[in-house]
Nanobody, 122 residues
C-alpha cells in the first residue's frame, strides 16, 4: 500500500505565500507523476500543477496559477512541494496531492492525499 501525507496548509492574507508538501511512503517502486489538485466549495476539482519526476522534471500548471505557483520534487524522499506566491482569495480551496506510482508488483496506481485547507483572506 502507499500513503500520502500532506502538510503546510493554513490561513494567509492576500498577496502572501504558503508552501505545501506531500510525502509518499509504502511500496513505491517508481513515480510516474506527482501533482496537486484543488477543490473549492461548489466547484469541480481542478489541476493546479503536475511534475514528471524523471529527467528534466517537466511541469504543467493550471492557467489560473501560472507565474505564481511552483511545483518541485525531491526524488530521494518521494516528496513533492508546491510553493504558492501572490495568493488570491480565489485560491481558497482544499488542496490534494496526487501520485501516479508503479508499485513493487509492477502495476501502476493513482493515489490521493487526504487534503489540506488553504484559506486566503484578510
Amino acid at each position: 500500500q502507499v500513503q500520502l501525507v500532506e502538510s503546510g496548509g493554513g490561513l494567509v492574507q492576500p498577496g502572501g505565500s504558503l508552501r505545501l508538501s506531500c510525502a509518499g511512503t509504502g511500496s513505491i517502486f517508481s513515480i510516474n507523476a506527482m501533482g496537486w489538485h484543488r477543490q473549492a466549495p461548489g466547484k469541480q476539482r481542478e489541476l493546479v500543477a503536475l511534475i514528471i519526476p524523471g529527467g528534466s522534471g517537466s511541469t504543467n500548471y493550471g492557467d489560473s496559477v501560472k507565474g505564481r505557483f511552483t511545483i518541485a520534487r525531491d526524488n530521494a524522499k518521494n516528496t513533492v512541494h508546491l510553493q504558492m506566491n501572490s495568493l488570491k482569495p480565489e485560491d481558497t480551496a482544499v488542496y490534494y496531492c496526487y501520485f501516479d506510482v508503479r508499485r513493487t508488483n509492477g502495476r501502476n496506481y493513482a493515489y490521493w492525499g487526504q487534503g489540506t485547507q488553504v484559506t486566503v483572506s484578510s
